[in-house]
DNA sequence: GGCGTCGAGCAT
DNA sequence: GATCATGCTCGACGCC
């Protein structure tokens, strides 16, 4: 789906096919004045349009999804062999084997097992197994069993880049002109798109694109890829290390064999294949995506593919436009012209490098850059600059001048849109974690759980979204500004505290900032209660909010007891929360956190910390340092 | 061996 | 045709 920027005299025919569970897009806008409302399809949710639109307009839904039926997911893998051990090349080596597994969305079981197979097989238990002479007709039953079981979600492992396109182009080669009917449209087939996806934040990555038109397609390895820092990313290294499990012991070199072998071995086979299709559903169930990512595209307004094939930008060009259309605003479509510029960014205060025995209190700025952007209006809507303040006749409290030097009205004038898309985003982040903490249900608090990190991660990327120059509208001025604000709140805040909390004041202590990053500093009040300086800590974060303008707020979150400040972004220490207990060892920037080095040494720093931070024994890590 | 540059990978 | 930001450390590498 694209956005149409202006109206346009030609009419452009779209063909719709939107889930509205999973986007909530409710509203079409066919022309000026005519508003439609899609028929929904109450048993199936969706609404299929073909329409000449001028533009579309999105909200989140309002209607009680409870009674619509569970979407449907699908998982699959297939095996097939080739001549010489080489890796199958689909023009000419078979697919030997397809294993589908059918869950329904919330429930961890499989309502249905299937496998396909070429030749006989022993059975499987509580599993369908389908025999085939000829590998047309094994093609030709999986295109059948997707169209028959019409899963919502089509799940599996690196199904785009390897599993899809193989199945495709070998039924290419073997002339099967039906196979490619796997979507839910009549005359659309399924296609693998070669793409490449660039972006600063994730990396170059070639993929391809495949359509299933009314499915949506998932490929776990690269939700895993973009939402977690793995060593490995194979799926025998992903099981293991989210699931405890590990694939079925079978090497690459022993298929051709089990396959030409009996009706044993190509059940041990099959039983491979199955776990390979069942492995993705399992990590999904665990780490909750398909929950996270709806509540993503519903909290954005973008479609749920997008989320995974497009990069951050379009999600927050989507919730902008969105809130500028209710606003009456219009968007400019800028060129955007490439510039090496780089505005300045967050401060790092100097550390105070050296291993502290005494409880380091750690307070953080709840949302910085979202807070700063709200508490001092910045938006594209509310920048000025001298002319414009002049020709408004604006008086000195009527704007904002920022620590860089930029132009702001201030609320009271004109309220911006990023602030209240921000504001917007916070309070229904409350709602959803309220609400979190009240239900009971595991399934509708998953989701819950999804919403409020949803809205989360897209308060956060406000900021880089404007200072992104290859962007869709940059506007530096902004991010320069809410940098400089934070440049200017950290160093305020180890003011504060260093001119309150020292002897003269009659505390026991001078206390000291000793390192500090962006939002946080870390405090050494200089008592060695644990207690004392948790209720420092938290009278200090009052103390210092106090000097802010709402909704500016710093939190006392925990206490580092022990302390090894290395160097700046390279830290570790004990993580406490509560007096009587220690959380968990928490490493930044150190080896133990990095995977650009062998294992010997992430294990041996970690041994050695554990022995310096929780035994106490730096001595016995020295030794033991030697020993390697 | 010291110095500068570059890229990877992390912190926020 | 698309791509969120900057700051920082450390190791690899080239050079003299």
Redesign the pocket.
């Known amino acids: 789906m694209t956005y149409p920027t202006y109206e346009s005299n030609i009419p452009v025919v779209m063909r719709f096919m939107i889930d509205l569970r999973m986007t909530g897009m409710c509203w079409i806008q066919v022309d000026k004045r005519s508003c439609v409302q899609p028929q929904i399809n109450a048993s199936n949710c969706q609404i299929e349009y073909e329409v000449s639109y001028k533009s579309i307009y999105c909200h989140p839904p309002e209607q009680e999804w409870s009674r619509i039926p569970p979407l449907r997911i699908m998982s699959f893998d297939i095996e097939c062999i080739s001549e010489s051990n080489a890796f199958p090349e689909a023009e000419k080596d078979p697919v030997i084997q397809i294993a589908c597994v059918l869950v329904k969305f919330g429930q961890s079981e499989p309502y249905s097992r299937c496998v396909f197979t070429l030749n006989s097989c022993s059975p499987i238990s509580g599993t369908t197994v389908k025999s085939f002479d000829c590998e047309r007709k094994l093609l030709m039953a999986f295109t059948e069993f997707v169209n028959l079981s019409d899963p919502d979600f089509v799940l599996g492992y690196n199904i785009l880049n390897f599993d899809f396109p193989y199945l495709l182009d070998r039924a290419k080669s073997l002339n099967l002109d039906e196979f490619d009917l796997l979507g839910r449209l009549n005359n659309f087939r399924t296609r693998a798109k070669d793409t ?7 990396g170059t990555r070639e993929s391809k694109l495949v359509n299933l038109d009314g499915r949506i397609v998932l490929d776990l390895i690269q939700v895993i890829q973009r939402d977690y ?1 793995l060593r490995s990313y194979s799926l025998n290294a992903v099981s293991s290390h989210f699931l405890n499990e590990q694939k079925e012991d079978v090497a690459h070199s022993m298929i051709p064999d089990l396959f030409r072998g009996n009706d044993d071995t190509r059940k041990r086979l099959a039983l491979y294949c199955l776990k390979d299709a069942i492995l993705p559903l399992k990590i999904s169930d665990h780490i909750m995506c398909l929950y996270n990512y709806i509540e993503m595209a519903r909290v954005t307004g973008v479609p749920f593919n997008y989320l995974l094939a ?5 999600k927050v060009i989507s919730q902008l436009y969105r809130k500028a259309k209710e606003d009456s605003y219009f968007i400019p479509a800028l060129k ?1 012209e490439a510039s090496d510029e ?7 205060i100097e550390p105070d490098k050296g291993f502290y025995n005494v409880p380091i209190a750690t307070l953080d700025f709840a949302s910085l850059y979202p807070s700063i952007m709200m508490a001092h209006n910045l938006c594209y809507t509310t920048l000025l600059d001298p002319k414009t303040i002049s020709a408004y006749n604006l008086k000195e409290s009527d704007y904002t001048i920022t620590p860089s030097g930029d132009y702001f009205v201030k609320p009271h004038i004109k309220k911006g849109v990023l602030p209240i898309i921000l504001e917007d985003l916070i309070s229904a982040r409350k709602r959803a974690k309220a609400e979190l903490k009240k239900e009971t249900d595991s399934a509708k608090k998953a989701c819950l759980d999804g919403r409020q990190l949803a809205l989360k991660i897209s308060a956060n ?1 406000v ?3 404007t ?6 509208l940059p506007c530096i001025q902004i ?1 320069q500004s809410v ?1 400089a604000f934070g440049r200017q709140m950290i160093e305020l805040t180890k003011e504060e505290v260093e001119k309150r909390y020292n002897v003269m004041n009659g505390y026991l202590h001078d206390a000291k900032v000793i390192y500090g ?4 500093v870390m405090i050494k009040f200089g008592s060695n209660s644990l207690e004392e300086v948790m209720n420092l800590g938290r009278e200090a974060s009052t103390f210092v909010t106090s000097k802010f303008i709402k909704p500016i707020s710093l939190e006392f979150e925990k206490c580092y007891y022990p302390y090894l400040l ?5 830290y570790a220490g004990l993580y406490w929360t509560k007096c009587d207990q220690y959380d968990k060892m928490d ?3 150190l080896e133990t ?4 080095n062998c294992r010997l040494v992430q294990t041996l720093v970690d041994k050695c910390l554990r022995m310096i931070l929780i035994d106490r024994d730096v001595e016995g890590a020295k030794e033991y340092w030697i020993f390697f």
């Not at 200072?467 to 869709?472: E, I, L, N």
């Not at 990053?517 to 946080?520: L, R, V």
Request: charged fraction near 30%; hydrophobic fraction near 25%; charge should be positive.
């Open positions: 490449i996806f660039s972006s600063k934040a994730y820092k497009r990069g951050q930008q379009v955007v780089q505005y300045e960014g967050a401060t790092v990327s900021y880089g979204f200072g992104a120059t290859v962007g869709k991010s940098t990053d962006t939002d946080s290395i160097n700046k972004k390279r490493t930044k920037g956190v990095r995977r650009d």
